[in-house]
């Protein structure tokens, strides 16, 4: 009899767990943009491959001016629901740069010139645990974007021009169904 009610438990739980609705993020609107008339920043968040919710963003950065303009990584900052989650990493940074950030660096953009840059949440990174482990020269080393939570996404750029720091926050809203 227990038995059975053991078996009766699992099959129902592989019932449910089989229906279980997929969660699906999208992004409102799916891309914005903030201008001045120095500088103009498109924020997009990018679906991880092969999955139906966001963990990154294309951010765009265009001078807008007939001077250098520069993004400052240390000063910019993720923002979820107006509220300040820290700095992000960018696409290409390695196993031990992340582990070891410290200082982000200043991108100089040339007047009239883009700059594209795939930027994650550092406070959103999962680390796995056998590159935890192991050197971080091993297939297994490395960390994983987490999905980007719901509510408002985005960030607070800093940029420099002529010494002076110009900030402008540019958000989208997350939402799951």
């Known amino acids: 009899m227990y038995k059975n009610l053991l078996w009766g438990v699992a099959l ?7 229906c279980a609705k997929e969660q699906i993020q999208h992004s409102n609107p799916p891309m914005q943009s903030v201008s001045t008339s120095d500088f103009e920043v498109k924020l997009e968040p990018l679906e991880a491959e092969g999955y139906n919710y966001y963990n990154q963003f294309r951010c765009q950065f265009i001078n807008k001016t007939g001077g250098d303009l520069i993004i400052d990584w240390s000063k910019t900052l993720y923002l979820h629901n107006g509220k300040n989650y820290g700095q992000f990493g960018r696409v290409g940074l390695t196993f031990e740069e992340l582990r070891n950030v410290k200082e982000q660096p200043q991108i100089t953009i040339p007047p009239g010139k883009t700059d594209d840059v795939v930027i994650f949440p550092l406070k959103l990174i999962g680390w ?23 509510g408002e996404n985005g960030m607070s750029i800093a940029v420099l021009k002529d010494g002076k720091l110009l900030r402008k926050q540019i958000l989208v809203k997350i939402t799951v169904n």
Request: charged share 20%; hydrophobic share 35%; glycine share 10%.
């Open 128 to 150: 796995r645990q056998e590159g935890v482990r192991k050197k971080a020269t091993t297939p297994e080393a490395g960390f994983t974007n987490t999905p980007l939570p719901a």
């Open 12 to 18: 129902i739980s592989l019932v449910m767990i089989g």
